[in-house]
């Protein structure tokens, strides 16, 4: 296999390409390159253990491979005040680390990989240093190495960075001899003017008729902060990890097979019991996200894909958790089917999201990714890989959240909920983080115990009892 850079336009004749919507919804929080999406801290992390005798220089190679092979990863976003758009720049060598692992004991070399992506997602990687994509390989013995990939959020999605992988390890096989054949990807300039182009086309305009509708006097669900923004500490992101046991991921999947619901819809429904019972609140709009590859034929392609989507969930009338869940499902099913860039919902929405700029307020967005493949060995030109997943050590610093919390949830092989509550410490404090957390699991517990026992939803907040 050989890759060769496509053809560049001469010095000062680049190519302005759109943006695309996701990349404009990211500049509605921009505030430089020091901070925010735009800043060193909004990274995108991952790590894989390898089994197999790795070539140092035949991977430095392969990466910058990868770099040619996808344009998003040496493409720079211009935000003047007068236009904004992305431009395409030629190929340049990817920074390729590597650290000495070998006194590490064979029993401690999982504890020290995970170590180790913590250390990397505590790390700042400027968005104005191309390539947009670095590696780090710890090598523990000759055949035994970690690999982490950092990539800037504005160039990949947890999505792009298991493509990235997969062409990293298929361009090494092929440098080392073995005979590879990588899929044709169109590039992310190509989506955005696709995106761009549909954006006037009547199927949009019938989905964002949808969302005119659907959000009508709707408001995001805003969760109060421990400390306003007004406050001014000190900004950082850490991340709360909690497991929920195989147990009760069983009775997530039983309600869902018996209901015809996705695990996601039956711990949505659970979050949604959860939100309901701290605020008193029967009208829930929570935010989650959707890969955003609307067409099959950018399934392979890497950049920053991922779409905001606000879910409104009607509790008013729900007694039991099953018809909580009823209503999830129904709520997910017409968002998914009519789902367009956040960008477009907010055009027709515009008051959406007032509640989060209260300076005492933050959203909480919600995913949920199960990978029945995490754990197992996937294997290239005598490399085997296989993703580290199951990730259990909190941290207090690590990649960025532009303003808020994020909820990640893993349904991993063993069965067990792998929970992450990323949250801005400024913010929030860690107590109520935890908090939250251990709350949530009561409330899975009780849903998959007792599906249709009565909710107890308790007075709303600020209520008089006796």
Request: hydrophobic fraction near 40%; include cysteine.
């Amino acid at each position: 296999m050989t890759i060769s850079a496509p053809p560049q336009a001469p010095a000062g004749t680049a190519e302005r390409i759109p943006l695309s919507f996701n990349q404009e919804f990211l500049c509605n929080f921009d505030v430089g390159d020091e901070e925010g999406p735009f800043g060193p801290k909004y990274n995108i992390v991952c790590g894989w253990r390898l089994t197999g005798a790795v070539d140092v220089e035949t991977l430095q190679d392969a990466l910058d491979d990868v770099v040619t092979r996808h344009e998003s990863l040496r493409t720079i976003i211009v935000r003047s005040a007068e236009t904004r758009y992305q431009e395409v720049l030629p190929p340049t060598p990817a920074a390729l680390l590597v650290r000495d692992f070998t006194g590490v004991a064979p029993g401690d070399r999982e504890l020290r990989a995970e170590q180790l992506l913590i250390e990397l997602e505590a790390g700042a990687y400027g968005i104005g240093e191309l390539p947009l994509l670095r590696a780090v390989i710890g090598r523990f013995a000759d055949d035994d190495a970690v690999l982490v990939l950092i990539a800037h959020h504005t160039a990949a999605d947890e999505w792009s960075m298991r493509l990235i992988m997969r062409d990293l390890v298929g361009c090494y096989a092929s440098r080392s001899g073995h005979q590879v054949e990588l899929p044709e990807v169109c590039q992310y300039g190509e989506y955005a003017r696709w995106e761009q182009e549909s954006a006037a086309g009547a199927a949009s305009a019938d989905k964002r008729a949808f969302w005119r509708e659907r959000l009508r006097g709707a408001r995001i669900l805003a969760t109060p902060t421990d400390h306003p923004r007004s406050a001014g500490l000190p900004k950082a992101t850490a991340w709360h990890r909690f497991w929920i046991p195989a147990e009760l991921t069983s009775g997530v999947f039983e309600i869902g097979r018996g209901m015809r619901s996705s695990p996601f819809m039956v711990l949505l429904a659970a979050y949604a019991t959860l939100l309901r019972k701290e605020t008193g609140v029967t009208d829930i709009v929570v935010p989650t996200f959707t890969s955003g590859r609307a067409q099959p034929r950018f399934m392979d392609t890497v950049g920053s894909f991922f779409n905001f989507v606000p879910l409104r969930i009607d509790l008013s009338g729900c007694d039991t958790f099953r018809q909580v869940v009823e209503r999830t499902r129904a709520t997910c099913i017409s968002a998914y089917t009519h789902d367009i860039p956040f960008a477009q919902v907010l055009e027709e929405a515009p008051e959406l999201m007032l509640p989060s700029i209260a300076d005492d307020r933050a959203v909480c967005a919600f995913q949920v990714f199960r990978s029945p493949l995490a754990g197992q060995e996937e294997s290239a030109g005598g490399l085997a890989y296989s993703e580290i997943r199951r990730r259990l050590l909190s941290q207090p610093v690590g990649g960025d959240i532009p303003d808020g919390a994020m909820w990640h949830l893993e349904i991993d092989s063993t069965g067990d909920i792998v929970g992450t509550l990323g949250f801005n410490s400024n913010l929030f404090d860690k107590s109520t983080i935890t908090r939250m957390a251990s709350e949530f699991h009561q409330v899975v517990a009780d849903a998959v115990t007792a599906p249709d026992a009565p909710l107890r939803w308790g007075p709303p907040p600020g209520a008089v009892t006796a």
